[in-house]
């Protein structure tokens, strides 16, 4: 088993990265110690424009808030993606398998770009490509991440596959995207019909993982929700977007179903359900960022912590990266 996951070092972390994604990393890790790699991804983040001085120390606190929240680099590897070469090179060799075809169908690029795509960095509509490289660099087996992640990891596939195929060799292992179940896609607090993001322009649509406890209580407590009271079974919200999503969030932070949380809460309305949902998610997350406030008194210790981690991805990355040359006729 080769667990590989990334996140881009762009903003925040929010509660819909924490839920969707880092809680099943860490329980990966836990399951798995010594089989998992986990890494920011500064070179997707450089793919629409960034400010140099904002994206270098996003990539420490992205790490620090990675730790606080359960990794641990001795268990796992924990790098950037500009320390290991291999990510962009095999990109290259990938993006000549890749079929601009593939590419178009990608919706996230259609969002990402909007209205303007001739004027999109080519790096953009080439995300998808780097992004299997990330993955099939490690021969990775499991990949977790959010439900948005899903049709990149479907391209990851149709790329292993078709460069395998072309080349008659067993280059790449296929990987296996892992959806969580509980949180898959957590969305906005201002709009049901849209996922949590960390471009979103309103910082109310969001818990990012630093908020106080006080901007958390406030949040939640302005989220957008409808008049009705909680129904007794998590069918019941069916076309209640709002409610359903901050049931969701409940659930995933307790650890209980959908449908117990309807039961305990089952006619009350929001005025009573929101208190207990945020006093769990301050529960939760405040000592993340204590603990995240700790270990960014010491930056070179986390500078320390990516070169080690990037030095044990480079040598788990170097052979599969000799294998895909060869396949092609390249002598690196
Ligand atoms: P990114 O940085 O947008 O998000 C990191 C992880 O958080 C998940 N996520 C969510 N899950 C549930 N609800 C949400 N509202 C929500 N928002 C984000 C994402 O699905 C993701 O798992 N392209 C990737 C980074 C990447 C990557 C990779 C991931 C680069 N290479 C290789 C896996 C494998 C991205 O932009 O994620």
Known sequence: MRVVSGIQPTGNLHLGNYLGAIVQWVAMQDAH??????????????????????????????????????ID??????????RVPQHSELAWLLMCTARIGWLNRMTQFKEKSGKDREGASIGLFGYPVLQAADVLLYQATHVPVGEDQKQHLELARDIATKFNLDTGTETFTLPEPMIGTIAPRVMSLRDGSSKMSKSDPSDMSRINLMDDDDLIAQKFRKARTDAEPLPGEAAGLADRPEAANLVGIYAAMSGISRDQVCAEFAGKGFGAFKPALADLAVAKLSPIRSRFAELMQDVPAIDRILEDGAARARALAAPTLATAQQALGLHG
């Open 33 to 70: 110690p010594g089989e998992c790699l986990f890494f920011l991804a500064d070179l997707h983040a450089i793919t629409v424009r960034n400010d140099p001085a904002v994206l270098s120390s996003n990539v420490r606190e992205l790490t620090a808030a990675l730790i606080a929240s359960g």
């Open 73 to 82: 680099p001795d268990r796992s590897i924990l790098f950037n993606q500009t």
